[in-house]
T-cell receptor, first 114, second 112 residues
Framework: DGGITQSPKYLFRKEGQNVTLSCEQNLNHDAMYWYRQDPGQGLRLIYYSQIVNDFQKGDIAEGYSVSREKKESFPLTVTSAQKNPTAFYLC?????????????FGAGTRLSVL | SQKIEQNSEALNIQEGKTATLTCNYTNYSPAYLQWYRQDPGRGPVFLLLIRENEKEKRKERLKVTFDTTLKQSLFHITASQPADSATYLCALRAGSARQLTFGSGTQLTVLP
């Protein structure tokens, strides 16, 4: 059953703590993306990667970091520098990051601050 | 600045009626526009893509129009059902941009 798996579904962060959100895909897609969604707002792009070992900043990359060591995996770390991390985080993938690509999304991780 | 606006945050309609959702954009010249459906606590799911040279696209009870002169896309659900209740997002890629930009969505509720 192909798809994108995000874990955990819910995550709590303490002050000064870094937390890592997992995203794995078995669609054999080249491109992967991380979005942040706040209530009443659209999806905002944090980082994206079109190929292994390469990634680019999106519109709101400050306070976040990513890695792309494997095609299937694109973990997102929310660092202590991100002062307002409470949000719904969505991971997506697309076939080749091409112009006409459709994006496939995971079920999301809801991050809250303790 | 570039902006995407979707009509009213919430739209309520009666079952069986046609729902019409609007996506307006400014300062973009998009080559295409996509529509996604998002259920509460879930990720968006792709529905339809319409290119700039297409006036209309249909898929079952769904219809999308794209007017580049008005800078607007309309998304229609005919014979709406309570199961169509969700938030609908439009997204576009403009010119040479390497990423999609999403609107904030319209929450549709179909009342039985």
């Amino acid at each position: 059953d192909g798809g994108i798996t995000q874990s955990p579904k819910y995550l709590f962060r303490k002050e000064g703590q870094n937390v890592t959100l997992s995203c794995e895909q078995n669609l054999n897609h080249d491109a992967m993306y991380w979005y942040r969604q706040d209530p009443g707002q659209g999806l905002r792009l944090i980082y994206y990667s079109q190929i292994v070992n390469d990634f680019q900043k999106g519109d709101i990359a400050e306070g976040y970091s990513v890695s792309r060591e494997k095609k299937e995996s694109f973990p997102l770390t929310v660092t202590s520098a991100q002062k307002n991390p409470t949000a719904f985080y969505l991971c997506a993938s697309s076939k080749a990051g091409g112009y006409w690509d459709i994006q496939y999304f995971g079920a999301g991780t809801r991050l809250s601050v303790l | 600045s570039q902006k995407i606006e979707q009509n009213s945050e919430a739209l309520n309609i009666q079952e069986g009626k046609t729902a019409t959702l609007t996506c307006n954009y400014t300062n973009y010249s998009p080559a295409y526009l996509q529509w996604y459906r998002q259920d509460p606590g879930r990720g968006p799911v792709f529905l339809l893509l319409i290119r700039e040279n297409e006036k209309e696209k249909r898929k079952e009870r769904l219809k999308v129009t794209f007017d580049t002169t008005l800078k607007q896309s309309l998304f229609h659900i005919t014979a709406s059902q309570p199961a169509d209740s969700a938030t609908y997002l439009c997204a576009l890629r403009a010119g040479s941009a390497r990423q999609l930009t999403f609107g904030s969505g319209t929450q549709l509720t179909v009342l039985p």
